[in-house]
């Protein structure tokens, strides 16, 4: 695994603010370079924001590293990441030997599938691959062919995400008049997917609109995907962000201050219970005791069918170590017990409308999901 750094300054001048002049676009969040035998290109999103640096992943088990170590995050982000891990499962296949490549690119997918067991989209893509793959195995293609074929299904996965971010973007514009000021959790922005992102799309959308949207991002504990990612990436498209601590949400929504609350997801159950970053929960039954609207943004490829309800999400439990210190600075009892789950559940009853690419899904319950699934060809 190779890196190119690109240091910054912590102390320089932030991007010039809002909309247009002096605003810089988020670094590409990870791309395929080359043919069938190339690499994955990927912003090391751990070293933010004091350093942009870019690593080079060509086997599979970088790839798993890189999605566990949290420097692809995302559940859009890590579905393609998964995708273009697949690919790289093949590149010591005998290309001569189709069958070898087919078993080579099921074993990567395997591997990869299981590297963050919540975030329902890195199966989704694993398992759309190797579908592609055992079709066209099928049809006889040749192991060159295969290749080539897992290489363009992760390609079309990446640029369909894309699109699929613009226009929750659009939907979720619509629900601005521009003055308002926004709270998120977590990072669900174009460091998140493969284009502008699920939650911040609509406040990428809507400053290109020429509405006036202000953001409190919450810090995002214990790994600070919001102080370190969202305030980051909201600042260089010159947004007017503000971080709080996650603490300080509870005030800051009780006194008025928040007019609509926008996140992402990892995994939506069929009933439409929604599974992100810890914490949200608590977002969301703030957002209820003081009537400010809670809206989800995510595409389809989020949602799971096979999962009839948020109990039956698998929450990934993560190391101690992220609680004790962070970045070397210890910041607990070292002999302290910890409790660090990765994600919870918000009950659908607590979600105003959940804004998916092929329309919002207003106040949403069992029957309102799966109209939306079959819309998108997501349910048989």
Same mark, same amino acid.
């Given at each position: 695994?190779?890196?190119? +750094? ?11 603010? +809002? ?8 670094? &590409? ?26 690593? &080079? ?10 999605? !566990?170590?949290?420097? #692809? ?43 963050? @067991?919540? $975030?329902?989209?890195?199966?989704? *893509? ?9 079709? &066209?195995?099928?049809?006889?293609? /040749?192991?060159?062919?295969? #290749?080539? *074929? ?13 699109? !699929? ?33 699920? *939650? ?21 504990? @214990? ?26 949400? $509870? ?13 992402? +997801? ?27 609207? =809670? ?33 070397? #600075?210890? /910041? ?9 789950? *990765? =994600?919870?559940?918000? @009950?659908? &009853? ?21 109209? $939306? ?8």
């Amino acid at each position: 695994m190779r890196r190119a +750094s690109s240091s910054k300054d912590p102390d320089a001048a932030p991007t010039p603010p +809002s909309g247009g002049h002096g605003a810089t676009a988020p670094p &590409e969040t990870l791309a395929w370079v080359g043919d069938g035998d190339g690499y994955v290109d990927l912003l090391d999103q751990t070293r933010l924001p004091l350093e942009e640096v870019r690593l &080079e992943i060509r086997e599979v088990p970088e790839m798993v590293r890189a999605i !566990q170590r949290l420097c #692809v995050r995302g559940a859009p982000a890590i579905g393609i990441a998964g995708a273009y891990g697949v690919v790289l499962g093949c590149r010591d296949a005998d290309r001569s030997d189709r069958d070898d490549v087919l078993a080579r690119a099921s074993e990567a997918a395997a591997l990869l599938s299981r590297a963050r @067991p919540t $975030a329902v989209n890195l199966v989704w *893509a694993c398992e759309r691959a190797i579908a592609r793959a055992r079709r &066209e195995h099928a049809s006889g293609a /040749s192991g060159d062919a295969l #290749v080539a *074929a897992l290489l363009e299904e992760a390609r079309s996965i990446h640029a369909e995400d894309a699109a !699929q971010c613009r226009r929750m973007g659009e939907l979720g514009a619509e629900l601005l008049r521009g003055g308002e000021t926004i709270l998120t959790h977590c990072n669900a922005g174009a460091l998140a997917t493969g284009g502008i992102g699920t *939650a911040l799309a609509p406040i990428y959308v809507a400053a290109e609109q020429g509405k006036e949207i202000r953001v409190f991002a919450d810090e995002t504990r @214990p790994l600070l995907q919001g102080a370190r990612i969202t305030a980051w990436e909201l600042a260089r498209a010159g947004i007017d962000v503000t971080v709080i601590v996650d603490g300080a949400m $509870a005030g800051t929504i009780s006194r008025g201050a928040v007019d609509a609350i926008f996140v992402g +997801s990892d995994r939506i159950a069929r009933n439409g219970d929604v599974c992100n970053k810890v914490g949200t929960l608590g977002v969301a039954v703030l957002a209820e005791r003081y009537g400010v609207p =809670f809206y989800v943004v995510a595409p389809l490829s989020t949602f799971d069918p096979a999962t009839e309800t948020g109990a039956g999400i698998p929450i990934e439990e993560r190391d101690p170590s992220e609680v004790r210190a962070y970045r070397g #600075v210890v /910041s607990a009892a070292p002999d302290a017990a910890v409790c660090n789950p *990765a =994600f919870d559940v918000t @009950p659908a &009853e607590l979600v105003t409308a959940i804004i998916t690419e092929v329309g919002r899904i207003e106040h949403p319950d069992r029957a309102s999901v799966e109209a $939306a699934l079959a819309s998108g060809g997501r349910l048989g």
